[in-house]
Nanobody, 122 residues
């Protein structure tokens, strides 16, 4: 059974940076695509970024393209989301999840972590 745990959320000022971590256990990320999904108050669930198991595909939502970078460390079985130039619009709970479609839309999110909260405020 794949289990995912997110870390790295917190309070950051506008224009600042934050790195989130998604640690996988029970299964190797060599066989799973991982996506970051966020839920903000008053907004629909939004797929933020995705990385395939082979790293052939990395995708980004238009709202974060150029500011966020997704990466993977195979030795640590961990996926990261580096978030730069943050704005208040990035405030949300961030989850990582497996994607059965390997980052090729539409996404099919299955296993989820518990989420980590990101607040961007001055």
């Amino acid at each position: 059974q794949m289990r995912l745990t997110e870390f790295g959320g917190g309070l950051v000022q506008p224009g600042g940076s934050l790195q989130l971590s998604c640690i996988a256990s029970g299964r190797s990320l060599d066989y799973y695509a991982i996506t970051w999904v966020r839920q903000a108050p008053g907004k629909e669930r939004e797929g933020v970024s995705c990385i395939s198991n082979s790293e052939r595909f990395t995708t980004y939502a238009e709202t974060v393209k150029g500011r966020f970078t997704i990466s993977k460390d195979h030795t640590k079985n961990t996926v990261y989301l580096q978030m730069n130039n943050l704005t208040s619009e990035d405030t949300a709970i961030y989850y990582c999840a497996t994607d059965r479609n390997y980052c090729v839309g539409p996404p099919v999110w299955e296993n989820w972590g518990q989420g980590t909260e990101v607040t961007v405020s001055s």
